[in-house]
């Protein structure tokens, strides 16, 4: 049986990626990968000429021009390189940016966001994407720009926010790894609307699902149940409340909420089974999946061209492809090709999203490990089979996943078999149900019996996620797991499927060595965690934050409230904590023998010790130029619970009497080793 490495695709896009990864990580110009892309074309060429079957020197340089496309592709995606980018000219400043509307956002309580392609700065033309904020009243609820509305906009962009605390999220390389890289926030009065023009596909898309979503608003359907019903449909989960959203995170089942390959597949099961009878007439065959593939990509265009359902759907329609040529055992060929499809003609890009890592991951696992699974039992029961089959999918899918979601999510969903038995099984009925009510819904032939019926069904799948979700015993949270654990996490899978395939002693051993390295690897984080001291002033609005670690403890002298309880979970994961304890703010500390003195709104009973470290909190009303000339601080700290424009003025003072100044906004947060 041939292995995933024998395909000449699979070896191809692997190479691809690793060079993508490289342009990534290098950031060079177009022109070395595209000399390198030559060099390995002509001896390529060279090798190919020989009358020799296929040599070494074939195949090498095959894989080097995968290697260098894959560098050649990011560079020329790399928007930072390209002319014409925003960024060479001068942009800095208040600028009249003309955007149009590519992507709407999530809403918050004050603003909505935007993604929008830069059109013309100060009637330049000019390229580039930006995040657009535009604030808005709280008592709006849906956004007033649509996708190709074109605005102008009199402001300044800004930076994207970094990561200012240790193991926080990074927005800005998230957003990096899109191409934005900067911000512009606006107010109502600065923007002035343009209306729509040059519709594009994606415009038109918006426009369709509106309307869609509107037919939906009418039929008086619940509001937890509709929201579930548009993000199932059409991909829209801006309305899923968060508490609706995080029930289905802990219960193993949120992947039911992105249109992915589970959606895409049983889409392509329906197809298959309504053209069948096609397959009767003469080419009727080549006929049945034409029309497949087409009604897979209108569909991806109804729900927006999102980035998981453009994946979901070139990989089917590749696999929908093989089934016509009765080529299925050629699947690695089939999803390589998609992948490389993909990065190729859409966007490199796309290898930094999560979703197009995990749908790969999982489907090149069921592809991998799935028939194994069978293999080790066939029930004769049609019952038992069928039950098995599906915890087989499920089981393989979560095993290709489960390292790349610990080290994302740092969970782990035990009951993840539970929700796929029972919701997978019914999600056909439940798409079928909905493509069904949305179709009658605008026909305006649809009777109120099967309203209320697939408004009960949602209400149900909504109260099992939810029961599921309040299993606390079976939900593993905050579990720490960095980028080598990763690979380490293949490598004892690999080994698993190896041993699962082919029982064998050395198969075994490989098994054994890879839990070996593994815990080894764990046993040396959990080490290195007990010889670490250190004490840290975070950066956090409102609310002052000094934290101490003490190997796997960390005291937290802080108001114990809501403020910052993201900022310490990312903390305690990834510096491995078990112990959290809460202590009050003191106005002194004693850090390495050096006081640490804390000031705040209050200005009072200010600590007479001399030559510590000054701590700034809560903006206090201080005369730093007299205080610094009596008490002489070897260094003064800023955090982010003070105004902007004193943070200003005491950075101002500080530098005159050549003291260092720290403010966490700027350096992020600051600390000492004990």
């Excluded at 177009?30 to 020197?57: H, M, Q, R």
């Excluded at 209320?452 to 979700?469: D, E, P, T």
């Excluded at 959290?580 to 640490?596: C, P, S, T």
Aim: glycine share 8%; hydrophobic share 50%; aromatic share 12%.
């Amino acid at each position: 049986m041939l292995k995933p490495w024998d395909f000449i695709a699979v070896r191809l896009t692997l190479f691809l990626v690793l060079g993508i990864l490289l342009g990534y990580a290098l950031e060079i110009k177009p022109l070395v990968p595209a000399v390198l892309v030559s060099v390995g074309l002509c001896i390529l060429g060279l090798a190919a000429f020989k009358k020799s079957k296929p040599t070494y020197l074939f195949g090498g340089s095959a894989l080097f021009v995968a290697l260098s496309s894959g560098m050649l592709l990011f560079s020329m995606a790399f928007q930072l390189n390209t002319p014409g980018h925003y960024s060479q000219f001068d942009f800095e400043g208040d600028h009249l940016w003309h955007l149009k509307i590519r992507e709407i956002g999530k809403p918050t309580e004050f603003s909505q966001a935007y993604i929008a392609r830069v059109v013309l700065l100060d009637q330049q033309a000019a390229i580039g994407k930006v995040k657009l904020r535009i604030k808005r009243p709280p008592q709006s609820s849906e956004p007033k720009l649509k996708i190709d509305d074109e605005i102008l906009v009199w402001g300044v962009v800004s930076r994207l926010p970094e990561a200012l605390n240790p193991y926080q999220w990074d927005y800005a390389r998230y957003l990096r790894n899109q191409n934005i890289y900067h911000q512009l926030l606006a107010a109502p009065g600065q923007v002035y609307e343009l209306g729509e023009s040059g519709a594009t596909l994606k415009g038109w898309s918006h426009s369709m699902r509106s309307s869609i979503v509107s037919k939906l608003e009418q039929l008086g359907l619940g509001e937890k149940e509709l929201s579930i019903i548009k993000a199932l449909l059409l991909g829209l989960r801006r309305d899923i409340a968060s508490e609706t959203f995080d029930q289905y995170r802990r219960a193993g089942a949120v992947h039911i909420l992105a249109i992915s390959g589970l959606h895409i597949g049983i889409l392509l099961l329906f197809l298959r089974l309504i053209f069948h009878p096609l397959t009767r007439l003469p080419r009727g065959q080549g006929l049945s999946v034409g029309l497949t593939i087409v009604i897979l990509w209108v569909y991806a265009l109804l729900t927006g061209f999102s980035p998981s359902v453009i994946r979901a759907v070139a990989m089917f329609s590749f696999l929908a492809y093989s089934l016509f040529l009765d080529r299925l055992s050629q699947s690695y060929n089939t999803l390589a090709l998609s992948m490389f499809f993909l990065l190729v003609l859409v966007d490199p890009y796309l290898i930094f999203q999560v979703g197009f890592q995990m749908s790969y991951a999982a489907v090149f696992a069921i592809l991998w490990v799935y028939p194994a699974l069978l293999r080790l039992w066939n029930p004769g029961n049609w019952i038992f089979k069928r039950v098995w089959q599906l915890l087989a999918v499920s089981l393989s899918a979560q095993m290709g996943v489960l390292p790349i979601s610990l080290y994302y999510f740092h969970q782990f969903p035990a009951l993840f078999m539970v929700s796929s038995l029972v919701i997978v099984p019914f999600l056909g009925l439940i798409l079928g149900g909905g493509i069904a009510v949305t179709a009658l819904s605008i026909l305006g032939s649809l009777p109120g019996f099967l309203v209320r019926a697939y408004n009960q069904l949602i209400a149900y799948m909504n109260g099992f996620v939810g029961w599921l979700s309040r299993q606390d015993a079976f939900i593993f949270e905050e579990l720490p797991f960095d980028g080598f654990e990763v690979l380490l996490g293949y490598i004892l899978f690999s080994a698993l499927v190896v041993l699962l395939k082919r029982p064998a002693a050395i198969a075994a051993r490989n098994v054994l060595l890879a839990l070996i390295l593994l815990q080894g690897y764990g046993i040396y984080n959990s080490y290195i965690t007990r010889q670490t001291e250190r004490v840290l002033i975070l950066h956090q609005f409102r609310n002052p934050m000094l934290v101490h670690q003490k190997g796997n403890e960390l005291y937290i002298h802080g108001l114990k409230s809501g403020f910052g309880s993201s900022l310490l979970k990312d903390f305690q994961v990834g510096a491995r904590i078990r112990k959290l304890e809460y202590l009050a703010l003191e106005k002194k500390y004693v850090v390495n023998g050096e006081h640490l003195i804390r000031i705040d709104s209050t200005a009072l009973d200010i600590p007479r010790e001399r030559n510590g470290i000054l701590w700034l909190t809560y903006s206090p009303r201080l005369n730093l130029d007299r205080y610094i000339a009596y008490f002489e601080p070897k260094m003064i700290i800023a955090d982010g619970s003070n105004y902007n424009y004193l943070v200003r003025r005491w950075k101002e003072s500080a530098a005159i009497r050549n003291i260092p100044f720290h403010y966490t906004g700027d350096k992020g947060a600051f600390m000492i080793d004990l």
